[in-house]
């Protein structure tokens, strides 16, 4: 049994998702930066139906890439998942922010799905590539 002050990990994505929907980045970045294994959170966080938090989630990226660009690639794993995901908006989702992340692996992972089935998600593909040229 969890004690009385703590907060589940579930608990704590709905938390992170929640203030990147509300525009609170600064918050999450925060967290991140002191917690590195909430990076492997970012695929649940990114499959929110609101539109907000997953936008929310970019420009966690995207400042989270300035701030420690040796890290971003720890949500390799959990956006993996997600490029997997039978929902062509889930997959283009996680082409995003692997095109924020940009390292070769990310880049990798990203051409798997230049045949994908999905016309939106294989133009998403196309100008992360051509964006990281």
């Known amino acids: 049994m969890q004690p009385q002050n703590e907060v589940s990990d579930e608990e704590l994505k709905k938390v992170i998702a929640d203030f990147l929907a509300q525009g609170h980045v600064e918050n999450i970045v925060a967290m991140f930066r002191r917690e590195p294994k909430y990076y492997a959170w970012t695929g649940e966080i990114l499959h929110d139906e609101r539109f907000s938090v997953r ?79």
């Open 55 to 133: 936008l929310g989630v970019s420009v966690l990226f995207e400042e989270l890439r300035a701030i420690q660009p040796d890290r971003v690639a720890l949500a390799l794993p959990s956006l993996a998942g997600l490029l997997q995901a039978e929902e062509p908006l889930w997959r283009g989702e996680a082409v995003s922010i692997l095109g924020i992340i940009g390292t070769a692996e990310a880049l990798a992972q990203i051409r798997l799905l230049r045949d994908d089935p999905s016309a939106q998600v294989r133009e998403m593909v196309e100008l992360v590539l051509e964006e990281s040229s």
